[in-house]
């Protein structure tokens, strides 16, 4: 995470200093970089899950803006219940496909995924289909090793320390890909709380205290992407489901770099607003992200 | 003869191993292997099975191949094939020394323990899998000796891992990842009895060291069905002029079977093994087929016969006589699983092989002790605090060789109840603490969940008000599945179990009125 951070400072002070030094070649440069102008958000729809996934990261400026040549990235689904695609308890395999593909096809040197699951582990890497879709291209999909979780100090207002996957930040780029579901005390599940995904532990006692530890814990990740799988939405019975009733199919994905947009739009898919989630409101409240859409430049593709 | 029979022996053992290993889930619906394919190529469990629930899975028609071999090859089966048998012969192997020629007339004793067995299963009670040597070795193997083996080597590697000692550990974690991905469970199992059914396992290895072959010669009830059936064999033994009495065979003899006694050679103990052939100096033994029945009688004493009948019939209400008889007295953490029989149908069928102990995704099917009376020992129940029952998982079924656990669909495994949840308000977090909480309610598998909310609203110490979600149980919907349980942060004694009330397969142990 570190090496991102300094990776992207050495980016845009480059550009900076080019751009002050030879003012002619601003443009260029920056057009090719893909940040011509500034997307806070990509909303794509369309009927193909990967063609959509693509549209958005494209819209966003393309894999190459978040993924160097030689970077190991972590690519984190949610995968933690032993369902099918069908019944939208996990992210949908060909969204997780296309993006391990852009990120091969931007360079990456290694693409990592991996869930720390609620069901049996090998059931829900099989059952969801992601691991049979993204060993396919050559992603490294592990089942989380218990002794790769260390004791960080996330230093959050409700999580002080926690165990968390070292793999994680370890990692050069961090992609978080969740799904879009209902739940019953978060109300709704998106990229926020997919980072329960790499809590060590016994992370079912962080309910207790839940809007502010899912804002620690995002605050302390902070991930390069992130792209919500709206393909499949759960609308009752999250966040594993397992009737169809309950599905509603959007054809959609969002991809932006705020995690607290990207939730607060993801709401608005279920009917809602960012404001009727505790974990949103209160990220933007501490300036981890913004949660009122209408200040966001919002780029539409459908394909 | 000997390396042939030493490779067919260790071909077997290691394909039964495999078969072993691979009774594990690797994510998929089926599990892909015919893990149980050893158990129904038995004899005695297909006999005692179809006596005591007179029944049998058709996957038994198999163990008549292992009869048909028997009737035409004798015992070969002991010699070259079971498994438990060639493990005797590997420890065997550490007996130095001339083994014991002197007749021993306890080899009868596996003779009266078989009678004990087919006369009580003629009475419905099913014991032969306690004894009988496959589903002993599995069993063992699954509660015992594979835990162990698999604590022993993760600690060694973990103790590599944690020291970060520069070079090796980084050759050690690959060698361990191909351990991992080949010979190592996916995760460490942990069993009850563990110990106990271990030790009974290495005395019977153990008895190597007293004899060799300790357990095939003396104790072994299938051994002793077979040895019945190679009464009725063709392929005999014989023993030229050439002969000189000189004892060679005798020494070698796996079986004691008194081969050095010439006309007095037991077909029934003998496992075909071919060393007396081998060692003979004058080569004056030969193995054929003959329609000469041996000469050796075979003489059980017709009192102790009698009386291992006796017990076979007596065994019956000893085990049963038990107040778990009453149909009003019913365990409550006796929750079997799914798609169990109703529990004396179960319990006619139930091997105790532990193929779903082993197979079961959360190491929650565990062997009960005398939860089930003493008839009952080793057979499964669920233990959620240890692992819940995977909603969409069907393995335990799959693997049961003789339909205790029926196979079920998916569609049939959600409809299974194999006990209901019920709320400890005095320990639920927002019943007792006003501290919200949801996991029960999260992590519950059923399409409609069976835990539903009830918004409370509660003060806490302050006087503040809020609301918090207090968790109902949906006895309708409830599958007993025990999530809840395993994952309620109450862990010590959650605030959330299960017990075996409302199973389906009981019509005593019910709930609610309406049927289901």
């Known amino acids: 995470m570190h090496c991102m951070n300094r990776r992207k400072f050495v980016k845009s002070a480059a550009i900076t200093i080019a751009g002050l030094s030879v003012p002619n070649f601003i443009d260029s440069l920056v057009s090719d970089l893909g940040a011509a102008e500034r997307i806070d958000l990509a909303v794509a729809r369309g009927a193909s899950p990967s063609k959509i996934t693509r549209a958005a990261v494209d819209a966003m400026g393309g894999m190459k803006k978040f993924v160097s040549r030689g970077d190991i990235v972590v690519v984190k689904p949610n995968m933690a219940w032993d369902r099918t695609p069908e019944q939208a308890g996990n992210t949908n395999p060909e969204v997780v496909a296309e993006v391990v593909k852009m990120c091969f096809e931007a360079g990456a040197k290694k693409v990592k995924v991996f869930d720390r699951t609620v069901n049996d582990p090998r059931r829900c890497y099989v059952q969801s289909g992601i691991s049979d879709a993204v060993k396919a291209l050559g992603a490294d999909i592990s089942y989380v090793d218990e002794r790769k979780f260390k ?45 329960m995904g790499v809590m060590g532990g016994s992370r079912r006692q962080i309910h207790q205290r839940l809007d502010e530890s899912l ?15 709206a393909v499949r939405i759960l609308t009752a019975n999250g966040p594993q489901g397992g009737n169809l009733a309950d599905v509603k199919k959007l054809d959609t994905v969002i991809a932006g770099v705020d995690q607290v947009a990207v939730d607060s ?29 209408a200040k966001l430049k919002i780029k539409k593709v459908n394909i | 003869m000997q390396n ?97 020629t002197e007749d021993r007339n306890l080899y009868r004793v596996k003779y009266y323990v078989l009678i004990f067995l087919i006369i009580s299963s003629l009475f419905s009670l099913q014991l032969a899998g306690i004894v009988d040597p496959l589903s002993l070795l599995i069993r063992s193997l699954s509660v015992s000796v ?17 020291a970060d000692i520069k070079g090796v550990t980084a050759l050690s974690e690959s060698v361990y990842s191909i351990l991992k991905k080949s010979v190592l469970s996916f995760q460490q199992p942990f069993y009850n009895q563990s110990l106990f059914i271990g030790a009974l396992f290495f005395l019977i290895l153990g008895l190597n060291l007293v004899e060799k072959r300790f357990w ?22 014989s023993v030229s002029e050439g002969c000189t009495s000189c004892g060679a065979c005798a020494n070698v003899c796996q079986g004691n079977a008194s081969p050095d006694k010439k006309e007095e050679w037991r077909d029934t103990e003998c496992y075909y093994c071919w060393n007396c052939d081998d060692v003979c100096p004058q080569n004056a033994v030969s193995f054929g087929f003959s329609g000469k029945k041996a000469a050796a009688s075979m003489d059980l004493g017709r009192r102790r016969v009698i009386t291992s009948m006796a017990s076979g019939v007596i065994a019956v209400p000893l085990l049963r006589a038990t107040p778990l008889s009453k149909s009003e007295f019913i365990n409550q953490r006796l929750i079997r699983p799914p798609g169990s029989l109703e529990e004396k149908e179960f319990l006619k069928r139930c091997v105790k092989c532990g193929e779903c102990m082993k197979v079961c995704i959360t190491n929650g099917l565990q062997p009960t002790l005398l939860e089930a009376g003493l008839e009952g020992i080793w057979s499964p129940l669920l233990i959620p605090k240890i692992g819940y029952c995977e909603f969409r998982c069907t393995l335990c079924g799959q693997v049961c060789p003789t339909g205790a656990i029926k196979k ?109």
């Open chain 1, 265 to 293: 739009l993801g709401a608005t898919l279920f009917g809602m607003k960012g404001s009727d989630l505790g974990y949103v409101k209160m990220a933007d409240k501490r300036g981890l992200g913004t949660m009122d859409i």
């Open chain 2, 216 to 237: 095939c010669k003396y104790l072994c009830p299938l051994g002793a069905l077979l040895g019945i059936l190679s009464r009725f064999s063709i392929f005999k033994r």
């Open chain 1, 151 to 195: 004791e960080m100090n996330v230093k959050g207002e409700a999580m002080k320390t926690w165990p968390l996957y070292t793999e994680l930040f370890e990692a050069d780029k961090v992609i978080n890909i969740p799904i879009a579901k209902h739940h019953s005390l978060a109300t709704l599940t998106m990229s926020m709380k997919n980072w």
């Open chain 2, 408 to 516: 079920l669909n998916l569609e049939e495994k959600a409809k299974v109840k194999i006990g209901l949840a019920m709320i400890d308000k005095g320990r639920c977090l927002p019943y007792a603490h006003a501290r919200p909480c949801i996991v029960c309610e999260e992590v519950c598998p059923t399409p409609k969940k069976a835990i539903w909310f009830e918004k409370a609203k509660v003060k806490d110490r302050n006087g503040k008000e809020f609301i918090v979600q207090q968790p109902r149980v949906d006895l309708e919907l409830c599958i007993g599945c025990g999530i809840c349980e395993a994952k309620c942060p109450v862990v010590d004694k959650p605030a959330i179990y299960v017990t075996s009330i409302g199973e389906s397969r009981s019509k005593e142990n019910r709930l609610l009125m309406e049927g289901y």
């Open chain 2, 146 to 162: 594979y835990p162990l083996f698999s604590y022993g080597i993760r600690a060694v590697f973990d103790a590599i891992y944690s």
């Open chain 1, 215 to 229: 804002v620690d814990l995002s605050g302390f990740i902070k991930p390069t992407l992130t792209i919500l799988d």
């Open chain 2, 4 to 100: 042939l029979r030493r490779t067919s022996q260790g071909i077997f053992l290691l394909l039964f191993l495999f078969l072993f290993i691979q009774t594990e889930s690797k994510g998929r619906d089926a599990l892909g292997y015919p893990a149980k394919i050893f158990l129904d190529f038995d004899p005695l469990i297909f006999i005692t099975t179809i006596f005591s629930a007179h029944a049998v899975q058709k996957a038994f028609y198999f163990s008549l191949i292992t009869i048909a071999i028997t009737l035409i090859f004798g015992r070969a089966f002991c010699g070259w094939v079971c498994p438990l048998g060639t493990l005797n012969n590997i420890v065997g192997a550490m007996k130095k020394g001339r083994p014991k």
